[in-house]
């Protein structure tokens, strides 16, 4: 990346409530193209609210989103899937398509308005499939498939629209280990060609891992950012989460991890 490219992605000042409650309190995030940014908190912190205000699906009430330098709102529908993919932490339900018609679907920005898909969608599609391990789905329909199967295909679905900007809310939350692995592994191979990912992460380790850069959020606000050593400490983690811990550097991979020793207000064991 050179020094004159934008940010990938933006948020400045972004502020969001409902029914007078703040879900989001003026909050910054910025991703760099071609950087790793994992989002975490606890429940409710706001981390879901955040990626759907960056993908453009709230109507935020203060602040602006800037997606590769350029206001979300100026931005049309079909300009914004063709730079940006988002996979949702539920799975949505869609009846009666099988998971190749619904990774398929992923071609849909870079189609003409009254074009069809082609040979290269359907290698695309496929392509996608294959990197997620969701090949032998290909004929099934979702309503046949578990939860962590069908947050495969959509996945593979936000692959198939070749995004620049990948934004995940918890990709790993309904899959096995071996899965959640495979997941974060390819989202990092994405990334060190040229992707840019943001993603809520529950699995404080995981994030440690696979992310260049983490922003803390707390009640709607962020309590720390930067990278992983920077954002999780002791004292970090503690104030966000309500425990008491040791952060150590993993032996086998390097990465930080984090020992849970109790709850904040709890008696020393």
């Not at 050179?2 to 909050?27: C, F, K, M, R, W």
């Not at 995004?163 to 990334?191: A, C, F, G, M």
Request: glycine share 8%.
């Amino acid at each position: 990346m050179n020094g004159h490219e934008p940010p990938a992605i933006v948020a400045e000042d972004l502020s969001y409530s409902v029914e007078a409650q703040t879900l989001l309190d003026v909050v910054h995030l910025h991703a760099e193209q071609g950087q790793f940014v994992g989002i975490i908190g606890p429940n409710g912190a706001g981390k879901s609210t955040l990626l759907r205000a960056l993908s453009g699906m709230l109507r935020h009430q203060h602040g602006a989103v800037r997606l590769e330098g350029t206001d979300l709102r100026s931005l049309s529908s079909r300009e914004v899937a063709a730079a940006l993919a988002l996979v949702p932490q539920i799975a949505p339900y869609t009846h009666g398509f099988t998971s190749f018609e619904l990774v398929l679907m992923g071609r849909y920005p870079h189609l003409g308005r009254f074009q069809i898909e082609g040979r290269e969608d359907d290698r695309i599609a496929r392509d996608a499939m294959r990197r997620t391990d969701t090949e032998r789905f290909a004929d099934r329909t979702l309503d046949t498939l578990s939860g962590g199967e069908r947050q495969r295909i959509f996945v593979s679905r936000a692959l198939a629209q070749q995004p620049r900007i990948l934004l995940l809310d918890e990709p790993t939350s309904n899959l096995d280990v071996y899965h959640q692995l495979k997941v974060l592994d390819l989202v990092r191979q994405l990334v060190d060609e040229g992707l840019t990912a943001v993603a809520a992460i529950h699995d404080l380790h995981m994030a440690a891992r696979y992310c260049d850069r983490l922003v803390l959020l707390s009640e709607g606000r962020v309590l720390a950012e930067g990278t992983p050593d920077e954002v999780l400490t002791p004292e970090a983690i503690e104030s966000a989460f309500g425990v008491r811990c040791a952060v150590y550097q993993e032996p086998v991979t390097g990465s930080l991890a984090i020992s849970l020793i109790g709850p904040a207000d709890g008696e020393d064991a």
